[in-house]
């Protein structure tokens, strides 16, 4: 009950939100809405199970029902904020990128993963998006997973870890002086969504 399969990326969601509206219209009175919500919920699992359990797609598409919304934010344990427009865009792609960016502020060191599981397969960084106080040192750690990665910044960025490696542990680390938006890809998974930012306030 408390843990169905309900995917919050899934691009099925938005689909089911109409459906679900389209119910909610044509409800008798006699219905209270958790029952809705309760019965609802087994609609849209079985409709996940019958096809929408894809590779997740871009679209972080909500539909807010009071049960989803006790799920967000668990990913890295603590609180997150909503991503600006720079950071939102550049994530479009990015199937674990879902709007809003991890608070890891007022850390010496945070932890970035490096080819945890997202964007069909073990292409993604974990959070995808992670705001840190300057001054706080960036661990990307390999999972191993996934092929060669490797770390890149847009432009003439500050994050260059070399070459693609499929090496477990901590590769690489930057320590982040100045504050500003830095954006970062991974050059063999770029077209697949295997990107990150991490702002630095
Ligand atoms: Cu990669």
């Not at 007022?106 to 490096?114: H, I």
């Not at 974990?126 to 060669?148: H, K, L, M, R, Y």
Request: glycine share 14%; hydrophobic share 30%.
């Amino acid at each position: 009950m408390s843990s169905h399969p309900i995917r919050r990326d899934s691009p099925c969601s938005a689909t089911l939100s109409v459906f679900l509206s389209y119910i909610t219209m044509s409800m008798s009175d006699s219905l209270n809405r958790r029952t809705l919500l309760r019965s609802t919920g087994a609609i849209a699992a079985a409709g996940l199970l019958a096809g929408c359990s894809g590779d997740g797609g871009g679209d972080a598409t909500e539909s807010a029902t009071d049960d989803e919304m006790t799920e967000s934010a668990t990913d890295s344990g603590g609180s997150s904020m909503e991503a600006s427009d720079e950071v939102a865009e550049y994530l479009g792609e990015t199937s674990n990128f879902d709007g809003t960016v991890a608070d890891m502020t007022g850390q010496d060191t945070v932890t970035v993963t490096v080819g945890s599981e997202a964007n069909g397969g073990a292409f993604g960084y974990d959070p995808a998006a992670v705001q840190i106080s300057s001054g706080t040192t960036v661990e990307f750690e390999w999972t191993g997973n996934g092929g060669t990665h490797n770390v890149k910044s847009e432009g003439d960025g500050p994050l260059d870890s070399g070459g693609a490696v499929d090496t477990e542990g901590v590769e690489y680390e930057h320590t982040f002086e100045s504050s500003g938006t830095f954006r970062y890809y991974c050059t063999p998974h770029e077209s697949l969504g295997m990107k990150g930012a991490i702002v630095v306030e």
